[in-house]
């Protein structure tokens, strides 16, 4: 498995809820940002994954979720990856309206934009060469991509023994996914202790695909406190478990953002002014 695709697994590692997000209950408020240290197997700082939320300049109601990923030290030397996505979600219903994804590992670039049609249950999905966006039929539930996917597990209120059901978007491919509370752990990262909740997403109503069908797992630490905050996150493979753990946190209203550099993309970004509804 190669370090990239690690990156890439571990921000799919939780998925978000079936029901539209009321805005108070958004995964990432306004001005919020949390950074991620990844090491896989013995290679300690592996990587780094970056989230910051901030409203669309143009459009109040409309919040702005970034996320940056790249290695780092060694394993850069090894395997250089540069990622970032940007997610445009509605405040009033906390429905996702579009996303933009550009990685490059080594010489090599991936980029596609995704437009959602909420009332006809379609998402077009543009790949970089393609002149014509290609439907994807979307399942019962409301989707998320991977980047709030990431924090949306904060908003629930799960208890050891009871499972939500769940719906994301990996690539080009929906995953309807089960989402089981398994029991309270501490963990310690350089920010202190918290008592946190563990969450294991499995594919239990459809057959299993991707990830799940080689036999991977993953498991989500969320936070006990206030703040509930994603602590940790963990993709094990039969090679070595990759590790995601949270090293600094802003919360809402205090992190200083600047203007998001734009998407190094050869696509047309998706509409954040008035993207398809």
């Known amino acids: 498995m190669r370090l990239h695709t690690l990156l890439a697994l571990v921000l799919a590692a939780v998925t978000s809820s079936r029901a539209a997000v009321p805005p108070s209950s958004l995964a990432v408020q306004d001005r919020e940002h949390l950074s991620y240290r990844v ?18 300049p143009g459009r109040a109601d409309r919040l702005v979720v970034t996320t940056t990923t790249a290695t780092r030290g060694l394993a850069r030397m090894l395997m250089a990856f540069d990622a970032k ?3 445009l979600y509605d405040l009033g219903t906390g429905r996702l309206l579009s996303l933009h994804e550009y990685s490059k590992a080594k010489e090599k670039e991936k980029e596609h934009s995704v437009i959602f049609d909420h009332a006809a249950r379609s998402a077009a999905y543009t790949e970089r060469g393609a002149t014509e966006p290609r ?16 924090l949306q597990t904060r908003t629930w ?34 920010l202190g202790q918290f008592k946190t ?12 695909k991707g990830m799940f069908k080689r036999g991977s797992s993953v498991r989500v630490w969320i936070s006990q406190d206030e ?25 809402p209203g205090t992190a200083k953002l600047g203007v998001s550099a734009p998407l190094p993309a050869s696509l047309p970004a998706p509409d954040a002014k008035n993207p398809r509804p």
């Open 157 to 190: 209120n799960l208890k050891p023994g009871e499972k939500r059901d769940a719906l994301v978007l990996f690539g080009d491919d929906f995953y309807e996914l089960t989402i089981h509370a398994l029991r309270y752990e501490d963990v310690y990262t350089s």
């Open 85 to 87: 996505a940007e997610s």
């Open 135 to 150: 439907a994807l039929p979307m399942p019962e539930g409301e989707p998320s991509d991977l980047i709030l996917a990431l």
């Open 227 to 251: 703040k509930r905050l994603p602590v940790r996150f963990e993709v094990e493979f039969n090679i070595g478990t990759g590790v995601a753990t949270l090293d600094y946190y802003e919360p």
């Open 197 to 208: 909740l563990v969450l294991e997403p499995k594919m239990e109503k459809t057959p299993p």
């Open 39 to 56: 090491s896989w197997a013995i290679v300690r700082g592996a990587g780094s994954i970056k989230i910051d939320a901030r409203r669309d």
